[in-house]
Nanobody, 120 residues
Framework: QVHLVESGGGLVQAGDSLRLSCVAS?????VGWFRQAPDKERAFVAG????????FYADSVKGRFTISRDTAKYNIFQQMDSLKPEDADIYYC????????????????WGQGIQVTVSS
C-alpha cells in the first residue's frame, strides 16, 4: 500500500506560479495529478511514469504545468506556471500500477488533496 501526502497549495494571483509536492510513503509507481471543483468530476491534469520519463498532460495545462519526480521516486512534483482562475481546484496525487492512464479508475491510492486558489 502507498500513502500519499500533497503539499504546496495556497492562494495566488492569476499569472503566478505554485509548486505542488506529493510525498509517497512507499515506492510509488505511475503517478498522476488530478483536480476537482465542487460538484464536478475529478479530472486528470498530468501524469508521469515510474521511471520519471514520458510525462503527459491534459490539454488545458500543456505548456504551463510540468510534472517531475526525484531520482528516489518517492517525491513527485507539479510546477504550475501562468495560473488562471479556472485552475483553482483541490488537487490530488494518485498512484497507479498501469502506465500513462488519464482515467481516475486506473489509480489505486490517493492523497487527501490540497487546495489551490487563484484570484483574478
Amino acid at each position: 500500500q502507498v500513502h500519499l501526502v500533497e503539499s504546496g497549495g495556497g492562494l495566488v494571483q492569476a499569472g503566478d506560479s505554485l509548486r505542488l509536492s506529493c510525498v509517497a510513503s512507499g515506492r510509488a509507481y505511475h503517478v498522476g495529478w488530478f483536480r476537482q471543483a465542487p460538484d464536478k468530476e475529478r479530472a486528470f491534469v498530468a501524469g508521469i511514469t515510474s521511471t520519471g520519463s514520458q510525462p503527459f498532460y491534459a490539454d488545458s495545462v500543456k505548456g504551463r504545468f510540468t510534472i517531475s519526480r526525484d531520482t528516489a521516486k518517492y517525491n513527485i512534483f507539479q510546477q504550475m506556471d501562468s495560473l488562471k482562475p479556472e485552475d483553482a481546484d483541490i488537487y490530488y496525487c494518485a498512484d497507479s500500477k498501469v502506465t500513462r492512464k488519464k482515467n481516475r479508475r486506473h489509480y489505486d491510492y490517493w492523497g487527501q488533496g490540497i487546495q489551490v486558489t487563484v484570484s483574478s
